[in-house]
């Protein structure tokens, strides 16, 4: 199972149902694959940076999901045949937040042996002016 | 200081340049993320070209998850592959 992100672009003159029911039919898909959906995050309208079949603004949707390649595959060509669907993208997360992680415990252990480091300098310190 | 400038010979200007740090480094910022187009933006001047290191003094490292990160937005329509 692998992690991914699917986001895509509606047609903004598309009513709210409609939206919906993509989402709806997307969501099937996945979990009725074996992957499971994390997120679904309706970004709403907003322009477009380019022209995307003469439209200038578009409604976009984003998914979390984990999932395997099939079931991605699926979701690509459901959205690629859908009219309402302008524009899609899938990017893989899995390997992004395993490195993500890889760095947090790496900070973490150094933050920790520097806080052992200076607690011992400290505490030596008040030894030696104690001895003073 | 003022007069040891003055007897440089011409053509031997001397810069005072900053120093140029890589934004994400000081920040800790350890991944991009292709949705972020506040921050994507900064990176992507006027012409929607992506700035070189040399201008933004980004590190390597850095330089190429922003690459990675502008080319994911403007396929998705958040940023523009270039301006008309």
Sequence with gaps: ?132 | MKSAKEKRPAGQKQYYRRKKVCKFCVERIDTINYKDVKLLSQFVPERAKIMPRRISGVCSHHQRLLNDAIKKARNIALLPFSTE
Excluded: W
């Design chain 1, 1 to 132: 199972m692998r992690n991914y992100e699917i986001m895509f672009i509606v047609n903004p003159n598309a009513p709210e149902e409609d939206i919906d029911k993509i989402n709806g039919q997307i969501e099937n898909i996945i979990t009725s694959g074996g992957g499971k959906v994390e997120k679904i995050e309706k970004m709403g309208k907003r322009r477009l940076a380019y022209e995307v079949d003469g439209q200038r603004e578009g409604y976009y949707v984003l998914f979390v999901t984990g999932a395997n390649g099939d079931i991605i595959k699926e979701c690509e060509r459901r959205l690629r045949v859908m009219d309402a669907v302008i524009k899609y993208i899938t990017v893989r997360t899995d390997e992004e937040v395993r490195r993500m992680e890889k760095i947090k415990s790496y900070r973490q252990k150094r933050a920790a042996r520097r806080g052992s480091h200076t607690s011992t300098a400290s505490g030596g310190q008040f030894t030696e002016e104690a001895t003073q």
